[in-house]
């Protein structure tokens, strides 16, 4: 079984909204944090957003705070990330992934399991 799959991803115009999905296996996503993370051509992988298994904090990106809501499904081994005020700069492969941690985590190396990655276009 694949561990985490996207989904969600499209061509979307400045302004607009997306929500993306990650689907996990039991064993990825129960007990763990989840992550988002996002690659621009030319640039190096950065955070987006994370949430803890323990109590369902986050953490953000500056970049987007108050646009993006990261969120869990823990009924569904689902993990979201909602998208809005979306902005050409947004444009990227989007990848999931499961943490070594319970808690929320920004580092790419506090992280396991990586999905195949969905891509998101925002036209201007």
């Known amino acids: 079984q694949v561990p985490l799959v996207e989904s969600g991803g499209g061509l979307v115009q400045a302004g607009g909204s997306l929500r993306l999905s990650c689907a996990a296996s039991?064993?990825?996503?129960?007990?763990?944090?989840l992550g988002w993370f996002r690659r621009a051509p030319g640039k190096e992988r950065e955070f987006v957003a994370s949430?803890?298994?323990?109590?369902?904090?986050?953490s953000y990106a500056d970049s987007v705070k108050g646009r993006f809501t990261i969120s869990r499904d823990n009924a569904k081994n689902t993990v979201y990330l909602e998208m809005n005020s979306l902005s050409p700069e947004d444009t990227a492969a989007y990848y999931c992934?499961?943490?070594?941690?319970?808690?929320?985590?920004?580092?790419?190396?506090?992280?396991?399991?990586w999905g195949q990655g969905t891509q998101v276009t925002v036209s201007s």
């Open positions: 039991q064993r990825t996503f129960s007990g763990y944090g």
């Open positions: 949430v803890s298994w323990l109590d369902g904090s986050t």
């Open positions: 992934a499961s943490s070594l941690r319970r808690t929320f985590a920004r580092a790419p190396s506090d992280y396991l399991y």
